[in-house]
């Protein structure tokens, strides 16, 4: 079978489409599909359907441009492929969204008279990395040592890349192991082996690997500036993307959406606002189109930091927006308290007619979130009972700990205590607290001893601190110091603390920490002397027991 061609090439003279050389020539100066497809014809009306050398170089840009269908077509009627041909059909299924096919073709070919070469080989292990087909990935090398292949760089860096994405730290060193086998590595080894250790979450040792590279490109810049980020080492993702600036490296896209998250963490709005002076400098004014990604990053970057007005700025001159997009500026303004412009935006998101902007889970938490703040408590209801019973979205725990924060804050505890009990999962931290916050706000005192009475303290004593400073929260609002006491002794003989407040501001440029109870700081006297002087603190009246916690 071959494929449909509307279009059939014209080519200057009769001589041009005869020889085999000359379609060949065509081939190579190939800049479209459309006209792939006319070579294609002639390839076939002039009988050079045999011709390897030509069909290779039309599978390759078949391949290449993503038309696997096609290629299958002009393959199949080979009589006897060769092993480039036979390659091209391994690299194909490789990429393809049905990698394990590529090592069905592999032994097929391996029947035939062709013979796998170095290509081969590396096309498959590919194809079983993307496919986790680790059993056969593993056959694979064994033929790769057996063949004599080894000191081969190309195989060698798809061997180690196998092993680095198959997942987990003793994958990774095998990974290791290859890459310190091999005779010879360029920067491609070594972004291949660093990425390993990122995707497993070892960045101390991606951080070794890093160290040690000879030569760094922009590849390897990124991956441990993002893999910092995504690993929750926000300072050090920071400091690397400050010293990729300083190497004079190229800051790609990826980079600055993985610098953008960590100012987002850190609430590192100067370093943020330069990023977005730097995209606008490097890629508006040249024309060059932004990843949505970078730009849903840069959203979030100013909702983080608590500048919505600069977040919804970006969010409306965005030519293209995805589901995250949306999502991100809905949860930037509820997680702000700006419960009335989130649910404005999520109301858009509801009316727009493309279907790519249906919102999801994380939609949904951003909306009931934006209620809770508000108050909007018949609107958080409807939200949802709209997403479990019209869109069919099962609520998780986090959607059940909006609700009944919801509740709690606006009075209706027991309804709150109701849908507790009825959820499918069982209940964390957050949605006890939820509970208990709303028992603190309206005085419940009696709902929380019940509340704290079906709660095991003895299970996590880390967990417990959270349940047990809330709970004495709402005995101290209640002024029930005796129970108050209570609990402080427990807490006392359980020998649990509540993990001390954390908080940062940044001062010409630098981010300082500021841990409750902390005496490190070398200016913890006048930081004291000033928090003194702010709260006038009079403790004359209150209770011995009672403390800040």
């Not at 660093?194 to 979450?201: D, H, M, N, P, T």
């Not at 606008?280 to 004014?285: A, D, I, P, Q, R």
């Not at 108050?484 to 807490?491: D, S």
């Not at 993990?499 to 913890?524: C, K, L, Y």
Request: one cysteine or more; hydrophobic letters at 40%; a neutral charge.
């Amino acid at each position: 079978m071959l494929v449909e061609v509307n279009v059939v090439a014209k080519p200057s003279s009769t001589s041009c489409a005869s020889h085999p050389q000359n379609l060949f020539n065509l081939l190579e100066s190939c800049n479209s599909i459309t006209k792939l497809k006319q070579i294609h014809t002639q390839i076939v009306i002039n009988g050079f359907t045999q011709k390897n050398f030509l069909l290779v170089k039309l599978l390759f840009f078949y391949v290449y441009s993503g038309y696997l269908k096609p290629a299958l077509s002009v393959f199949e009627n080979i009589e006897k492929p060769s092993t480039t041909v036979w390659n091209q059909i391994i690299k194909g299924h490789g990429r393809s969204e049905t990698p394990e096919k590529s090592v069905e073709c592999y032994n097929r070919m391996v029947e035939t008279e062709a013979t796998p070469d170095g290509y081969t080989y590396s096309f498959l292990l590919n194809a079983c990395a993307r496919s986790g087909l680790l059993r056969e990935g593993e056959q694979v090398h064994g033929r790769v040592f057996a063949k004599g292949y080894c000191s081969n760089l190309f195989v060698q860096t798809n061997l180690v890349n196998f092993y680095a994405v198959s997942g987990g730290a003793s994958r990774v060193e095998c990974a290791r192991r290859v890459f310190d086998d091999m005779p010879e590595r360029n920067v491609v080894s070594w972004n291949t082996l660093l990425k390993g250790y990122v995707k497993c979450g070892d960045i101390d040792g991606a951080r070794r690997v890093f160290d040690e590279m000879p030569d760094r490109n922009v590849v390897s810049w990124t991956t441990m500036v993002a893999g910092c980020a995504k690993n929750g080492k926000s300072k050090l993702a920071l400091y690397l993307f400050h010293q990729m600036r300083r190497a004079h490296v190229e800051l790609d896209q990826v980079a600055l959406v993985a610098a953008l998250s960590a100012c987002a963490e850190l609430g590192d709005l100067e370093l943020g606002r330069w990023i977005h002076w730097y995209i606008e400098e490097e890629f508006y004014v040249k024309n060059q189109q932004l990843l949505v990604s970078l730009n849903n990053a840069l959203i979030h970057m100013y909702a983080s930091c608590g500048v919505t007005d600069e977040a919804y700025e970006v969010f409306k001159k965005m030519p293209k927006r995805s589901s995250v997009s949306w999502t991100t500026i809905i949860t930037g303004f509820a997680k702000q308290g700006h419960g009335e412009e989130a649910l404005h935006v999520f109301r858009r998101m509801l009316s727009s007619e493309v279907s790519e902007l249906r919102p999801d889970e994380i939609t949904f938490i951003g909306a009931l979130c934006a209620c809770s703040h508000a108050g909007l408590v018949d609107e958080g209801r409807h939200i949802f009972k709209f997403m479990t019973q019209t869109l069919g979205i099962s609520p998780t725990i986090e959607h059940y700990g909006c609700m009944v924060d919801l509740l709690s804050r606006a009075g209706f505890l027991h309804e709150a205590q109701r849908l507790i009990e009825t959820m499918p999962m069982k209940p964390n931290e957050a949605i006890w607290g939820a509970l208990l916050g709303g028992c603190r706000l309206h005085k419940n005192a009696e709902l929380a001893s019940n509340v704290a009475r079906k709660l095991t303290f003895e299970e996590d004593p880390d967990q417990a601190a959270g349940y047990l400073v809330l709970l004495s929260n709402v005995y101290a609002a209640a002024q029930r110091w005796v129970d108050v006491a209570f609990v402080r002794r427990r807490m006392v003989q359980m020998g649990v603390r509540k993990p001390p407040g954390r908080s940062n501001i940044q001062i010409d440029g630098v981010i300082h920490d500021f841990v409750a109870g902390d005496t490190t700081h070398r200016h913890a006297s006048s930081i004291y002397k000033m928090l003194d002087e702010i709260y006038k603190i009079d403790t004359r009246d209150t209770p011995s027991y009672v403390e800040e916690f």
